[in-house]
């Protein structure tokens, strides 16, 4: 029993670093604050799951989900190539919106507030992924595997750029550096990514409905992102691990259910205000968080 | 060789005249200093030629071809580089990863040997926030030589640097000019403009308004 318990914390941790390594790539490393990053989450989960439950194998609804929310990503992308700081906050909250209010309202494809329930464990190579130790194991893999590819990316010339136009656009530009085109591909690896995890938490789950894809959920992995540090993959993991098992003790101490839930926000809510006043750049961070978003060069 | 042609330019923003009908053709190797009042529309000059800014009217030529139609950043990579008059750099960065943006090929032996001849070495993995006004722009110029640029657009590079920074901003633009650079400058001292250009532009409201030879 005790084991299943930190299974689930350990698949859990899993899914929200890949997803708080997704965004600090965006956020972290390019500047861009995307207050939609749970859509992308919600696209590759729906993507994965319809596929699966279309009969298609769950490799294909795997890569599938990153495919899609890629696409969604560079779709995004478009319209915020020509905004910055709070501004893209806010095109980027519209999208998360906008694609919750489909999921919510396209009850033909989605559901809608029923969600889909019984959705199928994965199978790879003939083995069924039904039991947490191998969900874990599986998890696991593709957080390394996240880790390895982003590392590569971030620590090459594609990082160094991205990191030069979270300094100064304008200045990469003159630099040589085609900042729309790079801030595209950020846009659609960090949603690949997401995308990824959000097929990992639907065939874990086995149910999901819009309501697991809020902005709460983007201002969660936001806060592992700002926790760990705004450029830091190890920070993003190092957040994820934190966040998730920091509410847990509450569970132990007998309090009603509904209780742990609000206590749960007062928690990361202070959690937040002693990291802005004792470790602003956060755990391994570079840059302030603030500097991102007040940023108007 | 003619490098830089310009070809009546005028740029307007809203109902004020920045520039106004500027053409003027800069030889390759040459080293044009460009003087006038404040808002006498040097600094929207060089942004012209960067595409920092669309002007009105008027084509820009480098090497005999029409670039002011390009984007910005493909006028960066046909060889133009640039020093900035305030912020050129990029504060969170160490001074290698400044550099390492600057050119593609991430050799680090070859970024220390820039940042050895802009003196500036021994720091190179220390956030290029902490240097001071002249060493910012030391690393600006450090830039332009890894990426061994053409055309370098000086946008008052000494002003408010230490005068040890200024002998060695001095030191650097002579090592560029005998690499057969061709360099235009922004600066208001007219001892040093002489000393260091051999043509001479003065802008007065956005018009031409002189333009000599210093030999």
């Known amino acids: ?42 696209i590759g989960a729906y993507a994965s799951v319809l ?7 769950f490799w294909l609804g795997f890569l599938a989900a990153g495919g899609v929310a890629a696409l969604f990503g560079v779709l995004l ?31 033909e494809l989605t559901r809608g507030p029923l969600g889909i329930p019984g959705i199928p464990k994965p199978e790879l190579f003939g083995i069924v992924f039904d039991s947490m130790l191998t969900y874990f194991v599986l998890t696991i893999v593709v957080v390394l595997a ?28 003159s630099l040589g550096k085609d900042v729309k085109m790079l801030k595209m591909q950020a846009f659609a690896i960090s949603a690949l990514f997401a995308g990824f995890a959000g097929s990992l938490f639907a065939h874990y789950i086995t149910f999901i409905d819009p309501s697991s894809f809020t902005l709460s959920e983007t201002v969660l992995v936001l806060l592992m992102v700002v926790l760990g540090g705004l450029g830091s993959l190890v920070g993003s993991i190092a957040g994820a691990i934190i966040l998730i098992l920091l ?18 926000q007062i928690i990361y809510a202070g959690l937040l205000i002693v990291l802005i006043i004792k470790r602003p750049k956060g755990l391994f961070g570079e840059q302030w968080f603030g500097g991102i978003v007040s940023d108007s060069s | 060789m003619i490098a830089l042609e310009l070809k009546s330019i005028s740029k307007h923003f809203g109902g004020v005249t ?69 912020g050129g750099i990029f504060n969170n960065m160490t001074l290698l990863e400044n550099l390492f943006v600057a050119t593609n090929s991430g050799n680090e032996e070859e970024a220390e040997r820039i940042l050895n001849e802009v003196g ?12 001071s006004g002249g060493q910012q ?79």
């Open chain 1, 1 to 42: 029993m005790i084991e299943a318990y930190l299974l689930h914390l350990l698949i859990l941790i899993c899914i929200y670093a890949i997803l708080s390594m997704s965004l600090t790539l965006l956020t972290g490393y390019t500047g861009m604050l995307n207050l939609g990053h749970a859509a992308f989450f919600a």
């Open chain 1, 247 to 264: 509410p847990e003790p509450l569970r132990f101490i007998g309090l009603p259910s509904s209780m742990v839930g609000q206590l749960r």
């Open chain 1, 146 to 173: 996240t880790y390895v590819v982003l590392k590569y990316l971030l620590d090459g010339k594609f990082g160094i750029a991205l990191k030069a136009i979270r300094e100064n656009e304008l200045i990469a530009e």
């Open chain 2, 18 to 86: 920045a520039l106004e009908n500027v053409s003027f053709k800069l030889e390759q190797g040459k080293t044009l200093g460009l003087i006038g009042g404040n808002g006498s529309g040097k600094t929207t000059l060089l942004n012209v030629i960067t595409k920092m800014i669309s002007p009105n009217s008027g084509e820009v030529h480098f090497k005999g071809k029409r670039v002011d139609n390009l984007p910005a950043y493909k006028i960066a990579r046909l060889g133009i580089g640039r020093i900035f008059q305030i």
């Open chain 2, 137 to 215: 722009r030391l690393l600006e110029f450090g830039r332009v030589m890894i990426r061994n640029d053409e055309l370098i657009l000086l946008d008052e590079p000494f002003a408010g640097v230490s005068e040890g920074n200024c002998k060695k901003i001095e030191e650097v633009i002579g090592k560029l000019q005998k690499e057969g650079k061709t360099i235009i400058l922004i600066e208001h001292d007219s001892k040093r403009i002489k000393r260091i250009c051999n043509q001479l532009i003065e802008l007065d409201e956005g018009k031409l308004a002189k333009k000599t030879n210093i030999d």
């Open chain 2, 120 to 131: 500036l070495v021994q720091k190179k993995n220390e956030k290029a926030a902490t240097l």
């Open chain 1, 51 to 57: 596929l699966v439950m279309a009969g298609f194998p």
């Open chain 1, 77 to 107: 992308s478009i319209p915020s190539l020509r905004l910055r700081g709070d501004f893209l906050a806010i095109a980027t909250l519209a999208f998360g919106e906008i694609i919750r209010s489909i999921m919510l309202n396209w009850t």
